[in-house]
């Protein structure tokens, strides 16, 4: 097949999966917690030299598999661009981090059958988040050429992704994703960190404005 066939193929596969191929979601439990580790994971690799595609429900496509989407995923040294599939054979790799985010049902049942498969196609690890309790289980392959998951323990109450080269820790009803001792923030988390810094700024000038005033009273006095 010469590379022009290739592409025509590639791009005549579906971006995207019907509803019999994966579970319902599951409101709030299943889309907040999975939106907000997607934005984390986008403006941590954004800031970084090294590239990472991240992406959401996108249709994966291996060969001699059928296809899935799962809730997160990340492909390190990949261009963060547009796509509406991933094909491995056109891109050259697999995944390397996957989470899947369900609140029990059918869901989880998919998200615990997939410890198997895909430890089978030799992603390197994979993160199941329950979003009700919000509790953590993470999987990684031993060695490369493992095709069976080892089951990670927490270390001082974190989960380390070496894939990544982040913590992830559940805090309460919160997930929190760490990079040594510094807490990663969402968009919207650092927009509200920086106008809290300019409301500190603006209370500071006021409070300066003020004594100088009064000390410009004092010296007429």
């Given at each position: 097949?010469?590379?022009?066939?290739?592409?025509?193929?590639?791009?005549?596969?579906?971006?995207?999966?019907?509803?019999?191929?994966?579970?319902?979601?599951?409101?709030?439990?299943?889309?907040?917690?999975?939106?907000?580790?997607?934005?984390?994971?986008?403006?941590?690799?954004?800031?970084?030299?090294?590239?990472?595609?991240?992406?959401?429900?996108?249709?994966?496509?291996?060969?001699?598999?059928?296809?899935?989407?799962?809730?997160?995923?990340?492909?390190?040294?990949?261009?963060?661009?547009?796509?509406?599939?991933?094909?491995?054979?056109?891109?050259?790799?697999?995944?390397?981090?996957?989470?899947?985010?369900?609140?029990?049902?059918?869901?989880?049942?998919?998200?615990?059958?997939?410890?198997?498969?895909?430890?089978?196609?030799?992603?390197?690890?994979?993160?199941?988040?329950?979003?009700r309790d919000c509790t953590?289980?993470?999987?990684?392959?031993?060695t490369p050429d493992a095709?069976?998951?080892?089951?990670?323990?927490?270390?001082?109450?974190?989960?380390?992704?070496?894939?990544?080269?982040?913590?992830?820790?559940?805090?309460?009803?919160?997930?929190?994703?760490?990079?040594?001792?510094?807490?990663?923030?969402?968009?919207?988390?650092?927009?509200?960190?920086?106008?809290?810094?300019?409301?500190?700024?603006?209370?500071?000038?006021?409070?300066?404005?003020?004594?100088?005033?009064?000390?410009?009273?004092?010296?007429?006095?």
């Amino acid at each position: 097949m010469t590379a022009e066939e290739q592409a025509q193929v590639v791009e005549s596969l579906p971006g995207e999966v019907t509803w019999n191929e994966m579970p319902m979601p599951e409101g709030d439990w299943h889309t907040g917690p999975r939106t907000y580790v997607w934005n984390v994971l986008r403006r941590y690799w954004a800031q970084q030299s090294r590239r990472a595609y991240v992406s959401s429900a996108l249709p994966i496509y291996y060969p001699e598999e059928p296809r899935f989407a799962p809730d997160l995923l990340v492909v390190l040294d990949a261009e963060q661009r547009t796509r509406n599939k991933w094909v491995c054979s056109a891109e050259g790799h697999g995944l390397d981090w996957v989470m899947e985010v369900h609140a029990g049902g059918d869901r989880k049942t998919a998200a615990d059958a997939n410890v198997q498969r895909y430890a089978r196609l030799g992603i390197p690890e994979y993160f199941i988040l329950d979003g009700r309790d919000c509790t953590l289980e993470c999987y990684r392959l031993a060695t490369p050429d493992a095709r069976v998951y080892t089951r990670l323990e927490p270390q001082r109450g974190r989960y380390v992704s070496k894939v990544l080269g982040l913590d992830f820790q559940a805090e309460g009803e919160r997930l929190q994703l760490w990079t040594s001792a510094t807490p990663l923030l969402s968009y919207k988390e650092r927009v509200r960190q920086l106008e809290e810094e300019l409301q500190r700024r603006d209370d500071l000038e006021r409070q300066l404005k003020e004594l100088e005033a009064e000390l410009a009273r004092l010296r007429r006095g």
